[in-house]
């Protein structure tokens, strides 16, 4: 019903800046929250940064500086600008998003698949 595809990851050097997107599709009345998560291996997923539909955001303990969420919700797509990549930025990088199907109804919440993220020093 709803799908997330995510795009812009890539093999980046140390010091450069790449900029990923994330499209919900389907149906649905709003999105209340969109985000992005990432995991390097053996690693536990993490919060990168989340953007609620009002404009409020909340970032990662040790993200947040290089890292801007911003979303377009006239097209349910946000984004994640990153500056300054470090090779401990590598990892998978996951779009999440809080969907409300219909306008008055619990809130279920989407994956995407991921797109890789890998810094070379």
């Known amino acids: 019903q709803v799908q997330l595809v995510e795009s812009g990851g890539g093999l980046v050097q140390a010091g450069g800046s790449l900029t990923l997107s994330c499209v919900a599709t389907?149906?649905?009345?709003?999105?209340?929250?969109m985000g992005w998560y990432r995991q390097s291996p053996g690693n536990q997923r993490e919060l990168v940064a989340v953007q609620v539909s009002g404009g409020g955001t909340t970032y990662g303990d040790f993200v947040k500086g290089r890292f801007t969420i911003s979303r377009d919700n006239s097209k349910n797509t946000a984004y994640l600008q990153i500056n300054s990549l470090e090779p401990d930025d590598t990892g998978v990088y996951y779009c999440?998003?809080?969907?409300?199907?219909?306008?008055?109804?619990?809130?279920?919440?989407?994956w995407g698949q991921g797109t890789q993220v890998t810094v070379s020093a």
């Open positions: 389907g149906r649905f009345y709003n999105l209340p929250a």
């Open positions: 999440h998003v809080v969907v409300r199907r219909h306008a008055g109804r619990p809130t279920t919440d989407y």
